[in-house]
């Protein structure tokens, strides 16, 4: 079971990036899939959780800017990410579980983490 996230880079305030998360070895339909991230010198966080039925949890910082979906066909899902502020710089990963509940969502707590992809925000 991997996860690959991709898609970041440097970009201007206000911007918009789509971050993808590819998986391989297991079929996504079925899993509740996340997005965290890792500012410089603080802990990761999570940013936005779903399952097969809706959203588990959203952060207030990027609530209404932020989006999560996935693409079942090709395993993929995404971060789509409107209105980038300073604020936004991280690096942001990915995960897919059975099973994802609000408390490990929130606190980014999972077993492990692939290498993530960063994205500065800065003019």
């Keep these: 079971v991997q996860l690959q996230a991709s ?4 970009v201007q305030p206000g ?3 789509r971050l993808s998360c590819a998986a391989s070895g297991f079929t ?6 996340g997005w965290f991230r890792q500012a410089p010198g603080k802990e990761r966080e ?11 949890y ?10 999560i979906f996935r693409d079942n066909a090709k395993d ?5 990410m409107n209105s980038l502020k300073a604020e936004d ?17 929130i ?5 492990s983490w692939g290498q993530g992809t960063l994205v500065t925000v800065s003019s």
């Design 7 to 10: 898609g970041g880079g440097l």
């Design 15 to 17: 911007a918009f990036l």
């Design 28 to 33: 996504l339909d079925s899993y509740a899939i």
């Design 46 to 56: 999570g940013v936005l959780c779903r399952d097969r039925w809706g959203i588990i």
């Design 58 to 67: 959203s952060a207030d910082s990027v609530k209404d800017r932020f989006t």
């Design 76 to 80: 993929t899902f995404y971060l789509e």
């Design 89 to 105: 710089t991280a690096r942001y990963y990915c995960a897919a579980e059975p099973f994802i509940s609000v408390a490990a969502c």
């Design 107 to 111: 606190r980014a707590d999972f077993p």
